[in-house]
């Protein structure tokens, strides 16, 4: 090759034996290698394929087709298009790169054998056994298959599976494996145990493997006495084989295993069986201890490239750190060209965009966590931003596992089950300023969501651990969830042994820490609220406590009064700010509740809701801290509060109709929520509102509107407060100091009910 030599150098097609026409994708496969290796010996570290369409073939022994070095540069012209040919194999990587450092792919189409795959093959059988040398007799009892060759389906017959798909009435077979041909001078073993799927699900391999080239060769044999099949019978036999790893899910357009200091820039990848790319650690050592940092991949960067219609993810990271996801476009994983049809050959779990999930959980990995700062990063420092993720079938992005992870400046796009969502173990995770378009955004644990605007999408609540949420807009969507971990409520005592007892189970493991509230009821006497204490002597159901951990557990001397609780010592941790829920008009009165919490001592403030209902809420039988809820604005919309502190809102009705009696409701009559409400600061405007709970309303105005109160045993106090042009009706009440209406000027009032059911002291009229 008489070139001058510089760092790039532009692959010769025709020096390397290289098709660009879709054509011998063997040759052009050993040709491209080839000319890498060249390459890279000659000093290069830039290798350019020019334009064209380049079929490859995966290589049987590393299941990838175009191995990738160190300090290598492979750039594809923008026209050029590398497709993995037609394949069985449940893996494969049309580029591998592993335990490589300092790489770079940009430009071009990768193209993976999405359309084409084979996912089982067929084997027909004639009349005649084998004999336990391997060699083949005429025994009219048995019958055995065509020969199986293992490089033509390499990765199908890796871990083989056969089903007796005719239904025939026998218990197994016998398999025989040879090298290079059938004969007993080529016997390599054979097993008589072989049992069918799906019954035996977990396949069998090969005497010899790995080594393919010296074990390569198989027929299955099958006792067949007594059924009596015939000739024309046996030649219409067909069984199916498939592998075990029967999803074939691992095939991937770019492979990185442990892969440090990579860029993948500007390439279109789609069709693959598996994922776009993937991201994962170089390898499996028996010995935990031969595992290192390196080998886990770090430093990747992933952007400008457009990732489409793959079968199981977008991108997967299942183990690297530092790697930075950006201006990507990520869309239809999981569905067929359509957009629409998601079936086995188009779709496989879990079908998400991007997955953050390296199961170093069910490894033997030492890994290293907030908590536990000994061991090796896995998934730690990732950085998603100013990508475009839509119409993939099952979600959108979901963190299983990873750490300091952040989105920002994201759009997610479009319906999905998964929605946008981390674990809630995983900690430090950031939401930033991401955009949700019909879809949802799921907080859990300790998340920090900080901007996000919605169209017809929703956040939801989900196990929440301290997550704070705050600048958020939602039009036509929803705020709702729960957030109530840590919370167990008033347990059954043991005085005797100083046992508490739940109905259900409580979750937590011996060491626990928890605390005891009396917000209402009294603790147990020998009990402190102002101590935190350890759970000693668990079960499912109940525990004693001890001042430390593992320690003695405490005495009491009686059961307290019913109304205490027990917690986590750190529960009701879940701060929500400056929330906007919108529609452009309300078109009927019909409840629709889209700021829906349920909520165990949350703190909300600066939340406005127009032509919306709103509902916040505590668990029945609530004894803890308050939920509290400062500055509402609840504009044509209606309003429940249970076990909630309100101040400084405002609810107003400008249509020429109230939404009804109820329109805004503290309390409930229920026995099940006791907790008194208190209103303070706020603004009633055109609505009816109606004191259904124990309730307190302070320095409040009411204007046009109505106040009602529930004949039940619960005591409201309306106080201080202004009212005009308001109706206060308790002609119905027959229970004592139901209703009190102390110190409030009012301005064309009319109150209804007389003493003692409602009283009045101290008020002015204007």
Not at 256 to 282: F, K, T
Not at 326 to 350: C, K, M, Q, W
Not at 608 to 625: E, I
Not at 679 to 697: A, K, M, P, S, Y
């Amino acid at each position: 090759m008489s070139q001058e030599k510089s760092a790039s150098y532009r692959i010769d097609l025709t020096e390397f034996g290289i098709y660009n026409d879709g054509t011998h994708a063997a040759e052009t496969t050993a040709g491209i290698n080839a000319a890498i290796a060249w390459a890279m010996a000659e000093g290069y570290n830039h290798v350019l394929l020019s334009g064209g369409h380049y079929m490859v073939k995966l290589d049987p022994a590393t299941f990838s087709a175009i191995i990738v070095p160190s300090g290598l540069h492979f750039e594809m012209a923008q026209d050029c298009v590398v497709e993995m040919e037609g394949n069985s194999s449940p893996n494969y990587n049309v580029f591998q790169l592993k335990g490589v450092h300092d790489c770079k792919i940009t430009g071009g189409t990768i193209v993976g054998d999405k359309e084409t795959h084979v996912y089982e093959i067929y084997v027909g059988f004639e009349r005649g056994g084998v004999n336990p040398d391997g060699s083949l007799n005429s025994d009219p009892n048995w019958i055995r298959s065509e020969v199986l060759d293992r490089y033509e389906h390499p990765g199908l017959l890796s871990t083989f599976r056969l089903w007796n798909t005719n239904g025939l009435a026998v218990s197994g077979y016998y398999f025989y494996q040879y090298k290079d041909s059938v004969s007993s001078a080529n016997f390599v073993d054979y097993r008589n145990n072989g049992q069918f799927a799906p019954g035996a699900p977990t396949g069998r391999g090969w005497f010899l493997n790995p080594d393919m080239s010296a074990n390569n060769k198989m027929i299955f044999a099958i006792n067949i006495t007594g059924l009596g099949l015939t000739d024309p019978d046996i030649a219409a036999l067909g069984m199916k084989v498939d592998n075990m790893y029967y999803t074939h899910e691992g095939g991937h357009g770019i492979g990185l295993y442990g892969a440090n200091h990579i860029l993948i820039d500007d390439v279109e990848i789609y069709s693959c069986v598996g994922d776009g790319i993937m991201v994962g650690v170089q390898q499996h050592h028996p010995d935990p201890n031969d595992y290192t940092q390196e080998e886990m991949g770090q430093h990747i960067t992933i952007r400008n490239c457009d990732i489409h219609h793959c079968r199981r993810q977008g991108v997967s990271l299942c183990g690297s750190n530092d790697v930075y996801v950006y201006n990507n476009e990520i869309h239809h994983i999981g569905l067929d060209e359509d957009g629409v049809t998601s079936d086995f050959r188009n779709g496989t779990a879990p079908m998400f965009g991007i997955d953050v999930e390296s199961m170093v959980g069910e490894s033997n990995i030492p890994f290293k966590t907030p908590d536990q700062p000994i061991g090796l990063e896995l998934n730690h420092r990732i950085y998603i931003s100013n990508n475009h993720i839509y119409s993939n079938h099952k979600g959108h992005f979901v963190n299983c596992d990873g750490y300091y992870i952040t989105l920002e400046n994201n759009t997610f796009e479009g319906y999905n089950v998964g929605g946008v969502c981390s674990y809630p173990n995983y900690r430090f995770i950031q939401y930033l300023n991401n955009t949700f378009i019909e879809c949802e955004l799921w907080v859990q644990g300790d998340h920090f969501v900080n901007g996000g605007v919605f169209y017809k999408g929703n956040l939801k609540l989900l196990d929440v651990r301290g997550a704070v949420v705050q600048n958020i807009q939602i039009k036509d969507g929803s705020f709702y969830g729960s957030s109530v971990y840590g919370y167990f409520g008033t347990p059954a005592v043991n005085v005797s042994t100083g046992t508490f007892t739940y109905a259900s189970p409580h979750g937590m493991g011996n060491g626990a820490q928890i605390c005891f509230e009396q917000w209402a009821g009294r603790v147990p006497a020998g009990i402190s609220v102002d101590k935190l204490y350890y759970t000693v002597n668990m079960t499912s159901t109940s525990f004693q406590v001890a001042e430390t951990k593992g320690g003695t557990p405490v005495t009491v001397t009686d059961a307290g009064e019913p109304g205490f609780n027990i917690s986590r010592y750190n529960y009701g941790r879940c701060y929500i700010s400056n929330v906007t829920v919108e529609r452009d008009w309300r078109p009927d009165n019909a409840l629709t509740p889209k700021f829906s919490v349920l909520a165990t001592g949350a703190v909300m403030r600066n939340i406005t809701v127009k032509n919306y209902d709103v509902s916040v809420l505590v668990p029945q039988n609530y004894a803890g801290r308050p939920n509290t809820i400062e500055g509402l604005t609840l504009i044509e919309g209606s309003a429940r509060f249970e076990g909630t502190h309100v101040s400084g809102s405002q609810f107003l009705r400008a249509k020429s109709t109230l939404l009804g009696a109820t329109d805004i409701q503290f309390g409930s009559s229920m026995a099940a929520y006791p907790r008194k409400i208190t209103v303070q600061g706020c603004r009633f405007h055109r609505l009816g509102t109606v004191l259904e709970g124990n309730t307190v309303v302070t320095d409040s105005q009411f204007q046009d509107a109505v106040i009602g109160k529930a004949n039940n045993g619960n005591k409201a106090i309306v106080s201080g407060s202004y009212l005009e042009n308001t109706n206060v009706n308790g002609y119905w009440l027959n229970q004592n100091d139901s209703l009190t209406l102390a110190g409030n000027v009012f301005n064309n009032v009319t109150v209804t009910g007389a003493s003692p059911y409602v009283k009045q002291i101290n008020n002015s009229a204007l």
